[in-house]
Nanobody
Framework: QVQVAESGGGSVHFGGSLRLSCVVSRYGYSFYCMGWFRQAPGTEREGVATIRSDGTTTFADSVKGRFTISKDNAKNTVYLQMNSLKPEDTAMYYC???????????????WGQGTQVTVSS
């Protein structure tokens, strides 16, 4: 059974940084697409950043220039480096892995349980 586990969330002040990690228990070609999504209370889940096995990345306009996504194949891990954090970045952040994706549209994805990010002003 595939498992996806996020870590690295926390509370920071405006302008601070956090790095989220996502470990996938069965890494490899089956997870051509890895991505980070977030959901704030009362809102729908939205895509933040994705990375495909060929290195192609996608970012939401709201995080471009502030967030980066990277992967370490040896550690079966994908990272989301978040800099210049704003209060509007406050949300539960979820990692997803999928064999197929187009941008933020994942198919047959597996989700983690999420990690909370809170940014205070």
């Amino acid at each position: 059974q595939v498992q996806v586990a996020e870590s690295g969330g926390g509370s920071v002040h405006f302008g601070g940084s956090l790095r989220l990690s996502c470990v996938v228990s069965r890494y490899g070609y089956s997870f051509y697409c890895m991505g980070w999504f977030r959901q704030a209370p009362g809102t729908e889940r939205e895509g933040v950043a994705t990375i495909r096995s060929d290195g192609t990345t996608t970012f939401a306009d709201s995080v471009k220039g502030r967030f980066t996504i990277s992967k370490d194949n040896a550690k079966n891990t994908v990272y989301l480096q978040m800099n210049s954090l704003k209060p509007e970045d406050t949300a539960m952040y979820y990692c997803a892995a999928a064999p197929v994706c187009v941008g933020f549209q994942f198919r047959s994805e597996t989700w983690g349980q999420g990690t909370q990010v809170t940014v205070s002003s």
